[in-house]
């Protein structure tokens, strides 16, 4: 294969000895970096904020640089740990301990992030929402993990089905509340009541810190559970992915209601005590290299459907800002496209990185290092202190350049623990001490990892993760609809669009008007990312003879494609 190399970049980049780090690093080595590793006191918001704000020379240093359409705002690291503080006395005085699920449902701003860190500073696991879940959505995930407490802005309240939400004692407002009852509890004034003092819950490693709801292909969104020892590898891969300086000015552009937007919108560049930038609101370009431009941002974590798209606003647009101060991209989520990376050198100079790592890993485990080359197309190697291969279903390795399940051995830091309420699905995940990802890939020689695809029927929409079983439960619920098959068309710009084949009831005519009322159904209902772009009629879903939709073979017939194996379908 004639494969197009890379090189480095001039500069000074973290990790420069990966070959001899794979071969001599042990995650114990990473302990030093931490307090809890003298002090024997753990605490996530200890290590990202706290220990901070302590140091003289780090506690004035912005922390956060917060600028939505509407508003901007910096906040110090000893102003953040103080104004969490206050959050943790406020959730205290509700009886929240240690263990509780306390979920936040609002968009990016300054209180969300005090809100999250008062959430774990009571040891208590924090549960984002994205802020475009509809209440079916936030209905699921509140219920599975009987959260006592919601923070949420009282536009979204709306899609708060308290009725249905039995262990929910107390709804947190962030924002003017038209409600004078005592109902809800006033985010603002409870704030300002609150001392700025709080003794920290000292945990355990593995005590629980967040739940990330995510999609598989069959049932409700599973809550993937993470612990507080997931920071070792989030400061681990803040160093040698992020290639994070202590003067860098930090941009993941991810919401915190994905893990991206918590591993490394929170986390990894908190751990380092670097300012991050948090942007609000919907992108356009001219806001993308705007912010870049604004905060002379340094460092860029992104994802491919985002750099696509300025892909498709062309270079000349670039050229009207001075990204000068932009050092090192990054990009997760998705296959990122070379012809992406070969943009990317032509319009910013730099090598844009690919990373791969899914929610239930919690980290970066496949990367291109900025020390290393990249082969434009593969997702990289995998970090120091992490064992990456290729196995077959029974879980044996597969040799070089053959396909087949990626897998890790488990055990790395930020693994998750758990699939709230469900243990024999976080079972399944494991073959022969492998954790089985669900995606297809093969490593070549040199230990370069090429994603092929998904094994299941998971769609990848724009970089977010959707279960078809969701989508085509929303359909049914629809009138109109009888059954519903939904699956993920290839898209040259948003990777997958979601595609649903539907039968309509006997009393139903198909028309455009139907067709797009049961696509605001579910866009309304449950999310719009999840709504599908296409629908189409049919008299029958193919379904094997046990009932299950036979989505393959509807992709098949989308993409003309050879059916394989149909011995299963009903008759
Ligand atoms: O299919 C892979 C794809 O996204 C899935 C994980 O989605 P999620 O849990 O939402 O996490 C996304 C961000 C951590 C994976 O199973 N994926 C993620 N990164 C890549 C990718 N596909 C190709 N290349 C990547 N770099």
């Given at each position: ?465 959707v279960g078809p079983f969701e989508v085509e439960s929303k359909l049914i619920e629809h009138p109109a609809v009888a059954e519903a098959g939904v699956i993920g068309k290839p898209h040259p710009e948003r990777g997958e669009i979601i595609k649903a084949f539907i039968t309509l009831n006997a ?65």
């Amino acid at each position: 294969m004639d494969m197009q190399v890379i090189p480095v970049k001039k500069g000074d980049f973290n990790l420069k000895d990966y070959d001899r780090m794979r071969e001599t690093f042990s995650w114990d080595d990473m302990k030093q970096y931490f307090t809890w590793n003298h002090t024997g006191k753990v605490n996530m918001a200890y290590e990202a904020l706290d220990r901070h704000a302590e140091d003289p020379n780090k506690k004035d240093k912005i922390a956060l640089l917060y600028s939505a359409p509407d508003r901007e705002e910096k906040v110090t690291f000893g102003e953040l740990s103080k104004e969490s503080n206050k959050f943790a006395n406020i959730l205290k005085n509700y009886g929240i301990v240690k263990g509780d699920r306390v979920f936040l449902f609002m968009p990016r701003s300054p209180e969300f992030y005090k809100a999250f860190f008062g959430i774990l500073k009571i040891g208590a696991v924090a549960g984002p929402l994205f802020e475009a879940f509809m209440e079916q959505a936030v209905r699921d995930r509140l219920q599975d993990s009987e959260a006592r407490v919601l923070i949420t802005t009282p536009e979204l309240l709306e899609r708060v089905p308290q009725e249905d939400l039995p262990d929910l004692e107390n709804i947190i407002i962030v924002g003017d509340l038209k409600d004078e009852s005592d109902k809800y509890i006033d985010f603002k004034k409870e704030m300002e009541a609150a001392s700025d003092e709080f003794e920290i819950e000292w945990v355990d490693l593995e005590d629980g810190m967040l739940l990330h709801y995510t999609s598989g292909s069959t049932g409700k969104p599973k809550g993937v559970y993470h612990v507080h020892n997931a920071m070792i590898q989030h400061y681990a891969t803040g160093e040698w992915v992020l290639d994070l300086k202590e003067d860098d000015i930090y941009w993941c552009t991810a919401d915190p209601g994905w893990v991206t937007g918590t591993s490394y919108g929170i986390f990894a560049p908190w751990l380092h005590g670097v300012t991050n930038v948090i942007r609000g609101g919907r992108f356009t370009p001219d806001d993308w290299y705007q912010t870049l431009e604004k905060y002379g941002v340094t460092v860029w974590y992104t994802a491919p459907t985002a750099l696509r798209m300025l892909v498709s606003h062309g270079e000349d647009k670039v050229k009207n800002y001075d990204l000068s101060s932009l050092r090192h991209i990054m990009s997760v989520g998705e296959p990122l496209n070379p012809e992406v990376i070969t943009w990317g050198i032509k319009a910013f100079n730099l090598r844009i990185h690919d990373t791969w790592w899914m929610t239930e890993t919690g980290a970066q485990l496949i990367v291109n290092i900025p020390a290393l080359e990249v082969r434009p197309g593969s997702m990289g190697k995998p970090i120091p202190g992490v064992e990456a291969s290729i196995v077959d279903n029974e879980g044996n390795e597969l040799p070089p350049n053959q396909m087949g399940n990626l897998a890790i051995k488990a055990g790395w830091p930020s693994m998750m623990r758990a699939i709230w309420n469900n243990p024999s699905k976080y079972e399944s995940y494991f073959i022969n001490g492998w954790y089985v990802s669900g995606d297809s890939a093969y490593r070549d020689e040199d230990g370069y990892f090429w994603f092929q695809g998904r094994l299941d029927d998971v769609i990848n929409t724009s970089g977010e993760r959707v279960g078809p079983f969701e989508v085509e439960s929303k359909l049914i619920e629809h009138p109109a609809v009888a059954e519903a098959g939904v699956i993920g068309k290839p898209h040259p710009e948003r990777g997958e669009i979601i595609k649903a084949f539907i039968t309509l009831n006997a009393e139903y005519e198909e028309s455009e008007e139907l067709l797009e009322e049961i696509r605001q159904f579910v866009k309304t209902g449950l999310s719009a990312h999840a709504a599908p772009r296409e629908i189409e009629v049919r008299d029958s879903i193919p379904k094997t003879r046990s009932g299950k939709i036979m989505r393959r073979l509807l992709k098949s017939w989308e993409l003309g494609l050879p059916t394989g194996d149909t011995s299963t379908l009903e008759e």
